[in-house]
């Protein structure tokens, strides 16, 4: 088998661990920042090895949804789940936005103290994928700091929100 390519986004928050982790765990707070730019409704949050996190970003008249299945799950260190396109009723489709893009993707976050601070590392993985939906991946990559650098920024601003 041939090596995936795998997107790795790091970034460091000037806040404590368990803060940044309940920017990421908290529907109430990952709604807000998750899908800059747009609307994020969290439809189900159910955050344990097998739960699922049912997600829609709405702008205009469109709405794009996506299943994120939680396989791994430790407390301010890390999170692993399956994350999926889906039609309204969640079921697992092609991206209604890119035909080639992997059905699945192993997304790993980790979370890791540094002094004062957290790094968070994102990584993505095309799961199971066709060579057009590697390729796809791959070539989609380089675009993808600018949707995450835009959530992080959000994640700045939620946690002076959140310290002060």
């Known amino acids: ?3 995936l390519p795998e997107y790795k986004i790091d970034r460091i928050f000037s806040a404590p661990r368990e803060m940044v982790w309940r920017t990421w765990t908290d529907p ?11 609307e994020t ?3 189900q949050f159910d955050l344990k090895p ?9 702008w205009g ?23 999926s ?7 697992i489709i092609t991206s209604p936005m890119m035909k080639d893009w992997p059905r699945v993707l192993l997304t790993t976050v980790t979370f890791e103290d540094q002094g004062d601070k957290t790094n968070v ?4 993985i095309p799961l199971d994928a066709t060579e057009a939906e590697i390729t796809c991946f791959s070539t989609t990559m380089a675009g993808m700091d600018k ?18």
């Open 1 to 3: 088998m041939s090596d």
């Open 28 to 38: 109430e707070i990952l709604h807000r920042w998750y899908g800059p730019g747009i």
């Open 85 to 91: 396109s889906t039609d309204s009723d969640w079921n």
């Open 50 to 58: 097998g739960g699922s996190w049912l997600n829609e970003m709405k």
């Open 121 to 124: 590392r994102l990584s993505q």
């Open 147 to 164: 949707g995450w650098g835009g959530g992080y920024e959000m994640i700045d601003e939620i946690l002076v929100e959140l310290q002060a």
């Open 61 to 83: 008249g469109n709405s794009d949804y996506s299943k994120m299945v939680f396989q791994e799950v430790a407390p301010t260190e890390k999170l692993v789940w399956h994350h």
């Open 41 to 43: 409704i969290i439809h």
